[in-house]
């Protein structure tokens, strides 16, 4: 009989909020864990999945769509009766450029955040180092508050201590989600401030609110995420009155944006992301000229009003990580709703962010080394420092303006000047963003970090391959469509990484590619050699198929769905560059959420 590990994958929901709280793995015993009882703290689970939100219930089974399936008769779809569309994709080894790796461990044994809230994200999430809590707000006893029930509430009613240092906890545990990454401390600090002015504004503390009621274990806190949402608009308004607030309004604006989006009101989240915006470049959050710049005054001329100076390195870092943020955010809705970005590169001047151990510490390094995201696109690159200076976050940032100037179909000049940058990034990742691992029971997985990083980038190859496509799909963008099914595998059988609307949309990206090749190859009479595109199509929608209680990717099966239907002659691009085809809107991502992927905006 094989040795069972000694510690098995955690099924989902099952870690307690104490462990989720210090990322530590949880034994999940019950009623209590093994951890809490050695440290004589309560032990406290989150409420099913179904009992999180009241106010966006996951689907029944009945309103789930069904896996799409190829119905024309005579089809490849025949040859695949037998094969369980549930294993891995067809292609032999679709992620050849991940090196095995039995070295690493894996942090990501908690259920994924987004799945707990219900609330699927707008940009991919990327962990890092975690910061730690300071005491005492490590860990809060909300004992008292569960036995009280649901209370009887009104939109004046504040929340006590206790409640706001419950959902602080949550949103600083969660911070990878939620994306408006923060110096901890430095928050706690403010917030203990005697000095009212000095204190997060209450459009902050609202806004943070607004994004983790759904992940408490209270439902008197889950119910109140409209007046959260009412309080946070408000406070904002009144934030923007006073230039020292300005930040704190931008922070706020980029979470309720975020929100928006989460919960499929596009059109209120696009709103809100237009007007932070425009808000971060007026205040000169894009012209930060270093990582030490504390006054960084605007040139004169400008017409824009600076926002009050920083007073400490760590709050110069803090408005660095909330301007990238925005940035990242903005490109992430520009990509996948084909939009023109908010931000135009060529002017930004604030330096990429560092670790926050560089800026705790005052690094020497601080005062050179800055990095730039248009650094990607000098030959040879103008980083010379042999010290490495980027988060895991720098990498994302590079790989979405990578993937947002693919996005806009450049010519065929600009298209080989980004097939350069996209090598010399490929040369950029760090051997920890390349690696699988090996899960408890032996098999290989992927972390979170890594698999966003495979994801963007080779979804950027995908599409840049696609411009040009014309009688059939690029063997090179089938590659790397191919190459995205094997970190999909790997993500799915971990269970770890948090859904986000990139990765949606990637699939259904992915998935109409499959189909236009599958449908090429079956008109040409090449069942067999269709069947395996066939079964990559399934695979993908399997995968949609246990979340399509997010709206999202129920509206993605009902895409590819529509995508099978379709005849070649329709999915085939016109040879008319200007007047354009079916599938070049759809490969170069200019169409595909609305026409094929049944993606409404």
Same mark, same amino acid.
């Given at each position: 009989?094989?040795?069972?590990?000694?510690?098995?994958?955690?099924?989902?929901?099952?870690?307690?909020?104490?462990?989720?709280?210090?990322?530590?793995?949880?034994?999940?015993?019950?009623?209590?864990?093994?951890?809490?009882?050695?440290?004589?703290?309560?032990?406290?689970?989150?409420?099913?999945?179904?009992?999180?939100?009241?106010?966006?219930?996951?689907?029944?089974?009945?309103?789930?769509?069904?896996?799409?399936?190829?119905?024309?008769?005579?089809?490849?779809?025949?040859?695949?009766?037998?094969?369980?569309?549930?294993?891995?994709?067809?292609?032999?080894?679709?992620?050849?450029?991940?090196?095995?790796?039995?070295?690493?461990?894996?942090?990501?044994?908690?259920?994924?955040?987004?799945?707990?809230?219900?609330?699927?994200?707008?940009?991919?999430?990327?962990?890092?180092?975690?910061?730690?809590?300071?005491?005492?707000?490590?860990?809060?006893?909300?004992?008292?508050?569960?036995?009280?029930?649901?209370?009887?509430?009104?939109?004046?009613?504040?929340?006590?201590?206790?409640?706001?240092?419950?959902?602080?906890?949550?949103?600083?545990?969660?911070?990878?989600?939620?994306?408006?990454?923060?110096?901890?401390?430095?928050?706690?600090?403010?917030?203990?401030?005697?000095?009212?002015?000095?204190?997060?504004?209450?459009?902050?503390?609202?806004?943070?609110?607004?994004?983790?009621?759904?992940?408490?274990?209270?439902?008197?806190?889950?119910?109140?995420?409209?007046?959260?949402?009412?309080?946070?608009?408000?406070?904002?308004?009144?934030?923007?009155?006073?230039?020292?607030?300005?930040?704190?309004?931008?922070?706020?604006?980029?979470?309720?944006?975020?929100?928006?989006?989460?919960?499929?009101?596009?059109?209120?989240?696009?709103?809100?992301?237009?007007?932070?915006?425009?808000? @971060?470049?007026?205040?000169?959050?894009?012209?930060?000229?270093?990582?030490?710049?504390?006054?960084?005054?605007?040139?004169?001329?400008?017409?824009?009003?600076?926002?009050?100076? @920083?007073?400490?390195?760590?709050?110069?870092?803090?408005?660095?990580?909330?301007?990238?943020?925005?940035?990242?955010?903005?490109?992430?809705?520009?990509?996948?709703?084909?939009?023109?970005?908010?931000?135009?590169?060529?002017?930004?001047?604030?330096?990429?962010?560092?670790?926050?151990?560089?800026?705790?510490?005052?690094?020497?390094?601080?005062?050179?080394?800055?990095?730039?995201?248009?650094?990607?696109?000098?030959?040879?690159?103008?980083?010379?420092?042999?010290?490495?200076?980027?988060?895991?976050?720098?990498?994302?940032?590079?790989?979405?303006?990578?993937?947002?100037?693919?996005?806009?179909?450049?010519?065929?000049?600009?298209?080989?000047?980004?097939?350069?940058?996209?090598?010399?990034?490929?040369?950029?990742?760090?051997?920890?963003?390349?690696?699988?691992?090996?899960?408890?029971?032996?098999?290989?997985?992927?972390?979170?970090?890594?698999?966003?990083?495979?994801?963007?980038?080779?979804?950027?190859?995908?599409?840049?391959?696609?411009?040009?496509?014309?009688?059939?799909?690029?063997?090179?963008?089938?590659?790397?469509?191919?190459?995205?099914?094997?970190?999909?595998?790997?993500?799915?059988?971990?269970?770890?990484?948090?859904?986000?609307?990139?990765?949606?949309?990637?699939?259904?990206?992915?998935?109409?590619?499959?189909?236009?090749?599958?449908?090429?190859?079956?008109?040409?009479?090449?069942?067999?050699?269709?069947?395996?595109?066939?079964?990559?199509?399934?695979?993908?929608?399997?995968?949609?198929?246990?979340?399509?209680?997010?709206?999202?990717?129920?509206?993605?099966?009902?895409?590819?769905?529509?995508?099978?239907?379709?005849?070649?002659?329709?999915?085939?691009?016109?040879?008319?560059?200007? @007047?354009?085809?079916?599938?070049?809107?759809?490969?170069?991502?200019?169409?595909?959420?609305?026409?094929?992927?049944?993606?409404?905006?």
């Amino acid at each position: 009989m094989p040795a069972v590990p000694k510690h098995r994958p955690l099924a989902r929901g099952d870690a307690c909020q104490s462990c989720k709280a210090r990322k530590i793995r949880c034994p999940a015993e019950k009623p209590a864990c093994a951890n809490c009882v050695k440290k004589n703290r309560e032990c406290i689970y989150n409420p099913t999945p179904t009992s999180v939100s009241d106010s966006s219930p996951p689907a029944q089974p009945s309103t789930i769509p069904s896996i799409p399936t190829h119905s024309s008769s005579s089809s490849s779809i025949d040859l695949l009766s037998q094969m369980d569309i549930n294993s891995a994709p067809s292609s032999g080894r679709p992620f050849d450029t991940l090196q095995s790796s039995s070295t690493m461990s894996t942090s990501y044994d908690s259920t994924p955040w987004s799945q707990e809230f219900n609330l699927i994200g707008v940009v991919p999430s990327m962990m890092g180092p975690v910061q730690n809590m300071p005491s005492p707000w490590d860990d809060v006893d909300i004992t008292s508050l569960l036995a009280q029930g649901v209370l009887g509430r009104t939109e004046e009613t504040e929340l006590s201590v206790v409640e706001r240092d419950h959902l602080l906890l949550l949103y600083f545990t969660g911070q990878r989600v939620f994306g408006v990454d923060m110096h901890i401390s430095s928050f706690y600090t403010r917030l203990q401030s005697p000095d009212p002015a000095l204190r997060p504004h209450p459009c902050l503390l609202n806004a943070m609110y607004l994004m983790t009621c759904r992940g408490s274990p209270l439902e008197s806190l889950r119910r109140q995420e409209m007046t959260f949402l009412k309080r946070a608009k408000e406070q904002l308004d009144r934030a923007l009155k006073n230039l020292e607030h300005v930040f704190d309004a931008i922070r706020a604006g980029t979470m309720i944006a975020t929100w928006f989006f989460g919960v499929d009101s596009h059109m209120e989240g696009l709103a809100m992301m237009g007007m932070t915006v425009r808000l @971060a470049i007026a205040t000169g959050l894009d012209s930060i000229r270093s990582s030490v710049d504390y006054l960084c005054e605007l040139t004169p001329g400008e017409g824009r009003k600076r926002d009050s100076p @920083a007073l400490s390195q760590l709050e110069l870092a803090d408005r660095i990580y909330a301007f990238w943020t925005l940035y990242l955010v903005d490109r992430c809705t520009s990509i996948s709703f084909e939009l023109p970005g908010g931000f135009d590169v060529q002017r930004i001047r604030t330096p990429l962010p560092r670790p926050w151990a560089e800026y705790e510490t005052n690094d020497p390094h601080l005062t050179t080394c800055d990095q730039h995201v248009t650094d990607l696109f000098d030959d040879p690159s103008l980083v010379t420092c042999a010290q490495k200076h980027l988060p895991e976050i720098g990498y994302v940032l590079f790989a979405i303006e990578l993937m947002y100037q693919v996005s806009l179909r450049p010519s065929s000049p600009d298209q080989e000047r980004l097939e350069g940058a996209m090598a010399r990034f490929n040369k950029m990742i760090p051997p920890e963003l390349r690696q699988t691992e090996k899960s408890p029971d032996g098999t290989p997985t992927i972390t979170a970090d890594t698999a966003t990083i495979q994801f963007i980038t080779l979804c950027t190859e995908m599409l840049l391959y696609s411009i040009d496509s014309v009688d059939q799909p690029d063997p090179r963008a089938l590659e790397a469509a191919r190459k995205i099914l094997g970190v999909l595998h790997l993500l799915r059988n971990a269970n770890i990484g948090d859904i986000n609307l990139f990765a949606v949309i990637i699939c259904c990206r992915v998935a109409t590619l499959l189909i236009w090749e599958s449908k090429r190859l079956e008109a040409s009479g090449d069942l067999f050699a269709a069947a395996p595109y066939v079964k990559d199509v399934q695979f993908i929608s399997s995968y949609l198929q246990q979340l399509a209680h997010i709206k999202l990717a129920a509206e993605a099966l009902v895409g590819i769905e529509r995508c099978w239907k379709v005849d070649l002659a329709e999915l085939k691009p016109e040879r008319n560059v200007e @007047a354009g085809g079916q599938a070049r809107k759809l490969l170069s991502g200019n169409g595909s959420r609305r026409e094929c992927s049944g993606l409404s905006g």
